[in-house]
């Protein structure tokens, strides 16, 4: 491991440009858990009334009205958006090549790379992201901000908002379940439900910032095709493969010039096209990356 660490030190510090690739692991390693303490910790009422033990499988029950369903998904932004992640992760990660010409590519929807300094113009969020709302139809292809609609959501349910963010329940409080029927979010141009701006299926919104990020991104990779390019991917598993890894592994063998490195918790294998060209470092992202900045 050390020595892959040492390498991957090398190639960064001489590679004309670094392309990161960033799935769900990273976000855990940063200290975004779904499930444990952390989810005990904000729905814990859920938990009980309903005894599912995630916010993942939350997100997909059933709830028998909108003012419920708003409650708990109020909830699940505030905390996995516009809350900080508990570790220095992120940032990290931006000290290790803000010097650099870098791009993001990630399905992470959490926003914690602006948060940690990414430019914008840098970043293409390709599975959308927790802090937009869309038209459940939808009969546009527009998306709307809902970080005051959210807090709203949530000091409705008697919850308190700190100077960090941070999310607490004065003592002695128990939180609401549901929220306003006032609240619940509409369409500005249709009067229809709003829902997050995820990709789950064909409704899917890709808007104009979506749509301005794939085109930084084609750029991005035409312009260093032929270039000392570091392919840095992180905490990606295989739900949605094509987007990241398949497409590094692709690229690297396209470029005799790229390399590969991988960071993930699980053991990986690479073709035997790019293995020479490949660095596999297995372990804790976020420790890894403080290894790399050491």
Excluded at 41 to 62: A, E, I, L, T, V
Excluded at 180 to 199: A, E
Excluded at 218 to 243: C, R, S, W
Excluded at 244 to 260: D, G, H, L, P, S
């Amino acid at each position: 491991m050390n020595e892959n660490i040492r390498k991957l030190k090398e190639k960064i510090s001489q590679a004309e440009a670094i392309m990161i690739g960033a799935g769900a692991g990273l976000s855990t390693a940063a200290g975004f858990v779904y499930a444990g303490a952390r989810f005990e910790q904000y729905f814990s009422d859920f938990r009980q009334k309903y005894g599912f033990q995630d916010m993942y499988s939350g997100g997909f029950y059933p709830y028998k009205t909108p003012e419920e369903f708003w409650a708990y998904w109020s909830r699940y932004i505030w905390i996995n958006r516009y809350m900080d992640a508990p570790k220095s992760t992120y940032t990290d990660l931006y000290r290790l090549v803000e010097q650099k010409d870098y791009f993001v590519l990630t399905t992470n929807v959490d926003h914690c790379f602006q948060k940690a300094g990414f430019e914008k113009k840098r970043l293409f969020y390709t599975q959308g992201d927790y802090g937009l709302f869309q038209c459940t139809k939808p009969c546009c292809q527009k998306t709307w901000e809902n970080e005051e609609t959210v807090r709203s959501m949530l000091l409705a349910q008697g919850y308190v908002i700190g100077k960090q963010n941070d999310l607490m329940l004065p003592e002695g409080r128990t939180a609401a379940m549901t929220v306003p029927s006032t609240l619940i979010p509409r369409c500005p141009n249709c009067g229809r439900p709003l829902t997050m701006n995820l990709r789950s299926d064909e409704k899917f919104v890709e808007d104009e910032g979506w749509q301005k990020a794939a085109v930084e991104y084609e750029a991005f990779v035409t312009a260093h095709k032929d270039k000392a390019v570091v392919y840095l991917e992180l905490g990606v598993g295989y739900n949605t493969p094509g987007i990241i890894k398949y497409n590094f592994w692709q690229q690297v063998y396209q470029n005799e010039k790229a390399t590969y490195a991988c960071l993930n918790m699980d053991t990986e294998k690479v073709p035997g096209e790019i293995q020479e060209r490949s660095i596999l470092i297995s372990g804790d992202s976020h420790e890894i990356l403080q290894e790399l900045l050491a």
